[in-house]
């Protein structure tokens, strides 16, 4: 999703197979914890890594919208929808996400406007903001198991468990299906809130 050119390709390809293009579900996420400045070596986070942050998480996600909307347009289909894949880091970002949380709000920012200038389109524009769901990546390179299982019990969700995919899966025939959802975020996170640490 960082290589323009491999997303321009992508759409060269789909569009020649495909020629319209109903649902664009966008679900970029490169997390990077890392302090703005780390007090161990003394020095600013790298300039590098916050742009490669934006540049996939931010930029990415507007590459692709920008490219499929032409075949969006070119579709039928009464239901055509973009979502977006927030976080609720988006609204409750923690201490060495600062940069992960810009990215992820952009994202939020940007679904209203989006939803206004597509909608002669008949395009809808949506997104999610899941919180902890269970995942590869969650639970090897952030927490173990048991870190999990206690934070979750500290955040007041109504379930003690993390999300499972199946229930962002649900979330999302849900939007496609509903033509009153426009313009939205969606907090999917049971009610919890992330714990400032």
Known sequence: ISDRHAVQEYFKLFSQAHKQLDALINCAALIKSAKIYAETSQKPLPLQEIEEVMQTNLIGTFDVIRNAVPLMIESKHKKKVIINTTSTSAFDGVTSQSVYSASKAGLVSMTLPLARELAQYG???????????????????????????????????VVNRLGKPSEFVHLVETVIDNQMLNGVNIRLDAGGRLIFS
């Open 123 to 157: 395009i809808r524009v949506n997104s999610i903001a899941p919180g902890l769901f269970h995942s590869k990546h969650l639970l090897k390179s952030v927490m173990r198991q048991k870190e999990v299982e206690e934070y979750l019990c500290n955040i007041n969700q």
